[in-house]
């Protein structure tokens, strides 16, 4: 293998994962009965790893292993294994405010780049639902706390600077995973880039129109800058419908390999941004027009929900759990200073609503234009139907990048996504 | 000692220097002679450090050595020997770009936490030469091409993502004297904090007033929140008047201890800040009133060119030098592409400006209401003529805070000085 591997690093087989989960105590009780009793899966359909379930008399796991390149490319494109410490530090420090809402870890091995977690089930990916149509009414109260909490305990509000910093030196090393969301969710959908596709011949006018959209382009190397220099929080970093799993009682985020200290808007955006992309996808799945009008409606509750909730639950934490260096509450215990503290409140969360919408558009762009698309389109088999869903969705991705700052609140966004949804979806000039 | 220092780490005395240097071949060589001829001299004014000079037949050096605690206030403030080594990086990474404006190291021990680095003379400490009237016709030129081409060559438009991050990575461990600054220019002036001190009692109302002042309050909150969280590029962090030493003809900046990954604005302001301190503490150093008007005005100048020409060279780095993973010139290249593009870079120049401006006053305020002050106000014998000056000061500090977006320029920020400067100086009610 040409790929820097650590010491006694090799790819587990089907074979190996009996004799190896057996080794470790608290695994094989909770499997239960004997090793040659447990079945094994591979059931990995991400891009960057192997998954296999054991399943025991007892109860199951996922045992999730590290490749040492990207597995949706091939070995042409290595990608460290050190992403797997990555992930499993991120899903400590999760688990440290909503254990409810990751997957329970149970052993890591650094050497194998393996973590053995929690097998979720009933659970699906929340992309698979949103496809298949099924509501999911807790969805929205779950990931509003999933994220109010996890981002606000890592930013400057939520930690002192001093644990902050030490934490952000471990992170700044996942250098090359932060590279792939710089280049393929900021970058390639505006230039000419191997790996780039769109639905072709229909979107191929669009395609050329978007790489030379002066200001949609400024907009797009804008949101990269944060990304690359606001170190705001350790944010999840791929926070979309594939990275959730859920029952109609549970929800719970998973992959968080690409965490780092960046923009908290990214996690909110790509949450949102993957929402509208199932809204502009469902008419791609109707089998007659109107079919899931209900089901569009609430995507857009669920996308007011999780604002929303996310504002409210941020700003209480603000006020309850604050334990940062900077706007101390005892700062501003006065009452003109207590306006003073609101309106700082509101200006900082202003700015997060319209950083999230930015990155929902940049994430929802490059499902449309870049390397790795999303189901919710992709299961559109006519390509001019899946076309009509996906101008529409750059449609609304553009305003998002480009307008964020003229949305008034959440409402105004869907109702422009109402908007764009009733036009006719031509191919754009 | 009860510090955390080093095996090997010793606190070295003027009658160790000899031998220590001697055991440096390009260091004895420098001095010439034997070791018996050099003459040693402890010349250490600063607050953290001990600093010898050394002069031997054909040269001379400056030896600089760490104290694990703060010098100002004693061994109650223990301070880490490291920030030695982040003094050395960051003057290694400045003098790629800029050797002409830092001094030259000829040595660096890590144990000893001790740097042995040229010896500037006839140079000043350029807050000196601004108490006694002394024009330095190419100060700005010289200190807008060190902050440009410091700024921009660290920044994510200067280098490449991966090279940015391995460096944070390092100076995410500056924790301690980040801190220093996080509380003495951004908190405690504005709450009762030991060690605050000022003109007492002709500011005693001032004081009051600024620690009930909610908006003033809130935008050094703001400020902070963009210390500990804006990672724009590896800044000096603590580029003062006292940190620049100067000549008619050259200017160096020294002491880049306080070097971390922050908001370019901080370098900028500090300079800005400082100037705009020595701008109304001339009227505490007149023998008659208007002696020191011509010299006031060429402050004014001086920091409008400093703001002039860091601008432009930062915007010309931009398109010459780039290196960064956003904003690549080759994206916008064609016509409309670069009207987007123009358009961005105004945007990001707007931004460091008000941000420029509101660090400023948060380094005026400080050396005001906080702990350590400075000799352009404290060598005002005459308490009553000092507290006017200061009171003028603080004026504009508020304004640059609360007010930075309302100027348009650099220009409307020195009439604002101007007019502020003809006020009579009332404490404030």
């Given at each position: 293998m040409a790929f820097d591997v650590p010491p006694g690093y090799r790819a587990l087989k089907e074979a190996d994962i009996p004799a190896y989960l057996a080794g470790i105590p608290t695994v094989a009780a909770r499997l239960?009965?004997?090793?040659?009793?447990w079945k094994i899966r591979e059931v990995g359909d991400g891009n960057l790893n192997f998954i296999f379930v054991a399943e025991g008399p007892t109860g199951g796991i996922v045992l999730k292993q590290a490749l040492p390149y990207l597995r949706l490319v091939g070995e042409s494109w290595p990608l460290p294994l050190r992403r797997a410490f990555f992930e499993h530090q991120a899903l400590v420090t999760q688990a440290r405010v909503v254990p409810q809402h990751v997957p329970e870890v149970f052993h890591f091995d650094d050497t194998l780049a393996l973590t053995v977690m929690a097998y979720l089930s009933p659970h699906i990916i929340l992309r698979k639902g949103l496809i298949r149509g099924i509501v999911y009414p807790r969805l929205a109260d779950h990931m509003a706390t999933f994220m109010a909490e996890t981002l606000f305990s890592t930013s400057d509000l939520g930690q002192p600077a001093a644990a902050k910093k030490k934490q952000m030196a471990v992170f700044c090393d996942n250098i090359e995973l932060c590279r792939i969301t710089e280049d393929l969710v900021f970058t390639d959908p505006w230039r000419v880039a191997d790996g780039n596709r769109w639905t072709s011949p229909q979107l191929d006018a669009t395609a050329v129109a978007v790489r030379t959209d002066g200001p949609w382009k400024r907009a797009a190397q804008e949101f990269k800058l944060k990304f690359l220099g606001e170190a705001q929080a350790l944010i999840h970093g791929d926070l979309h419908s594939g990275s959730i799993m859920v029952t109609a009682d549970e929800t719970r985020a998973i992959?968080?390999?690409?965490?780092?200290?960046?923009?908290?808007g990214f996690d909110v955006g790509a949450l949102i941004g993957n929402l509208y992309l199932a809204y502009f996808s469902q008419s791609g799945h109707e089998?007659?027009?109107?079919?899931r009008d209900g089901y569009r409606n609430w995507i857009l509750q669920t996308i007011e929900a999780v604002w929303t909730l996310f504002d409210q639950r941020f700003r209480a934490l603000w006020t309850k759990a604050h334990a940062g260096d900077t706007f101390m509450p005892a700062l501003f215990a006065a009452g003109p200073e207590q306006a003073a503290f609101t309106s700082a409140q509101e200006a900082y969360m202003r700015r997060l609503f319209v950083d999230s919408l930015g990155f929902g558009g940049c994430k929802m762009t490059r499902r449309i234009l870049g390397l790795a698309h999303v189901e919710d389109m992709e299961s559109i088999a006519d390509p001019d139907r899946r076309a009509a869903c996906e101008t529409r969705a750059l449609r609304l991705a553009r305003a998002l990048m480009v307008d964020g700052a003229g949305f008034t609140d959440i409402k105004a966004v869907n109702d422009t996504a109402r908007a764009v949804q009733r036009e006719p979806a031509k191919v754009p000039a």
């Open positions: 239960g009965g004997r090793a040659a009793e992959d968080p390999e690409f965490a780092f200290y960046g923009p908290i089998a007659t027009p109107g079919d």
